[in-house]
């Protein structure tokens, strides 16, 4: 019985790296319009006070918040949840990029890809000044 290698072709890799892309926007879309809707019917009977306007910037300044309330299934929280998935979609693409480099044993794109993954990874984590 022979055992056959399948190996991944560039077009393989490019279709798969176009439908993560597509998953990941479509499902993001989704939940945000999901979360909105929701949000509307919560709020749908306060009245909006626009002489003054202020924010909360403490709400959702955390994964584990967001997460948190996503439990609860609060509207807020699944719209900022949809927000993260939308940002964390090219991050999975740039991971998946690497991974396929590394399978082709093409180590210069690898070094590239974790250097823009880390530089990624460091602004989302507030930069050097943080």
């Keep these: 019985m022979k055992k056959v290698v399948q190996h991944t072709s560039d077009k393989d890799i490019q279709i798969i790296l176009g439908t993560l892309l597509r998953v990941g926007v479509i499902s993001s879309m989704v939940i945000v319009t999901i979360g909105c809707v929701m949000y509307l ?20 300044d955390s994964i584990p918040k967001i997460y948190r309330d996503l439990m ?47 530089i990624i990874l460091l602004s989302l984590n507030g930069g050097l000044a943080h």
């Design 72 to 118: 609860l299934f609060k509207s807020s929280a699944i719209i900022q949840f949809g927000i993260l998935l939308l940002i964390f979609t090219p991050i999975l693409r740039i991971i998946f990029s690497i991974y396929s480099f590394i399978l082709e044993k093409d180590y210069l794109y690898v070094v590239i890809g974790l250097i823009v993954l880390s």
């Design 41 to 60: 019917f919560e709020h749908a009977h306060e009245t909006v006070n626009y002489s003054e306007f202020r924010i909360d910037f403490n709400t959702y």
